[in-house]
């Protein structure tokens, strides 16, 4: 008898223990901070720039791993965005401007964010994760909203975000003026804009970046004290560096204009396509920029200061994020990964802005961290090729999520543990005629024609039609004519042609040398037949075709 109840006793002793143990071995889901940052080329002291100073960023790839060559699939917002966060490249989801709501072309479609809350996690965001509020996917993407109720800081909303006066008045003046002549719509095509740049004596929180960054603080706490048991999805979306340049003074400070070097590659490409750069109709919508002609290198200056300082300022509010996941104890079980929708021409080709085929325009930052990474491979960097939309299977694979069968990239988890290991043959981007769109890829308004930007849209006709000849028909080089951007390890190929007839010949193709010419001065298809020829053959395999072999 006393046998049977020692061994009962010793039963439930190791069962209990057993299932504690059990218990203890149920690790929770990672966490993921999800920081997006728009309109930012890897203009970071970390990928080699002389002069930004962004510390936050940089300490964060010091302890991580930097993506040296890292593409978006369009270098226009919308697409960009829609495209990543669907796991799917453009035409596939049918969004090659701006006005397309994702969810409208594909309302079945699963998002990185929809595919967590399915999951089990809390899923919210701060700022501009997708193109617009409009867009955001509210109803399927976010399982809850930020915390407002928690904010002790008031939202300023003043017109256009501006905090002078002059500059509000300014800004409500112009777009008054071309709503009355244009329609409503006038502000949604770029008309009406106040100046290009302010730097404010004001706090972090007055501009919108500061803002939504405390909100993002404030709202990850709030999801720490409501559900501490539950993993996070957060995305964090920084507004600047997009145009219009609005930045505390103090970041302003932080550079002395003497210090600041312009591009000296101020021309097109040599040989380049007509329609592969645009005259700059982003930045030249703004007040007392040029309307037509160069920019002065006294006011390019003076523009570049304007985007170094909103770089450091969004920097800062990374920095506080990063700090606040820190003092919350999470940092041991969060993934954080950092991204730009695209890249950005500062006067390089003699253009200011995005919407573009070319390195300077696809190009763009991608920084990750993640508890487990090896130290040996900590603070270093990997050339691999990857893309914006390999981020979906990557988050996915490593929070140990199913991969849905959707999805146009590749986890490149193995480079988290191999950042030199053999991957993709090639990458791919995308942008319609950026010379007879609008810069938000769309096509060309009333509005657009009628203004002053209608002598700047006959110069690009110009250019066209000489170049082209008998190729030229409006309908089709306005509304059909894309050039598809491949970047291999030592080329650029962009190949120009008709979207809607898939199986065309091309019209135009572009080579670029990166090994000989990294900033791509010179077109050298004509010259190197037997190259684009093999090109064409790797071009014509697609995305599928050039996968990394795992």
Known sequence: MKFLQLFLVLSIVFGCKS??????????????????????????????????????????????LLFNKAYCQQAICSPSRASLMTGARPETIKVIENFTYFRDANPD???????????????????????????????????????????????????????????????????????????KDAPRNGLGKGPAYENADVPDTFYEDGYNAELAIVTMKDMLEKNPDKPFFLGMGMKKPHLDWLAPKKYWDLYNEDDIKLTDQTHAPEGGAAMGLHPSFELRARYGIPKKGPISDEQAKILKHAYLACVSYIDAQIGKMIKAVDDAGLRDNTIIIVWSDHGWHLGEMGIWGKATNYEIGTRVPLIIWTPDMKKEVRGTSSDALVELVDMYPTLSELAGLEIPTHLEGQSFVPLLSNPKKEWKSAVFSQFPNPALREWAANPLSKGMRETYFGPLIEEQEAKIKKQQGSKWDREMFENNLMGYGMRTANYRLIVWKDYTKPESEPLFIELYDHTNDPTETKNIADQNPEIVKQLLVQFNKGWKGNLAKI
Do not use: C
């Open 19 to 64: 299932k504690t143990e059990e218990k203890q071995t149920v690790k929770k889901k990672p966490n993921i901070l999800f920081i997006a940052i728009d309109d930012l080329r890897p203009e970071l002291g970390v990928y080699g720039s002389e002069i930004a100073i962004t510390p936050n960023l940089d300490a964060l790839a010091g302890n991580g």
């Open 109 to 183: 479609i699963i998002t990185i964010p929809q595919h967590f809350k399915n999951n089990g996690y809390e899923t919210t965001y701060t700022g501009k994760i997708y193109h617009k509020t409009a867009f955001a996917d509210l109803g399927l993407s976010w399982s809850r909203e930020p915390a407002y109720d928690k904010m002790t800081i008031k939202k300023s909303n003043t017109p256009g975000g501006f905090a002078n006066k002059e500059s509000q008045a300014m800004f409500k003046k112009n777009q008054a003026d071309m709503i009355a002549k244009y329609g």
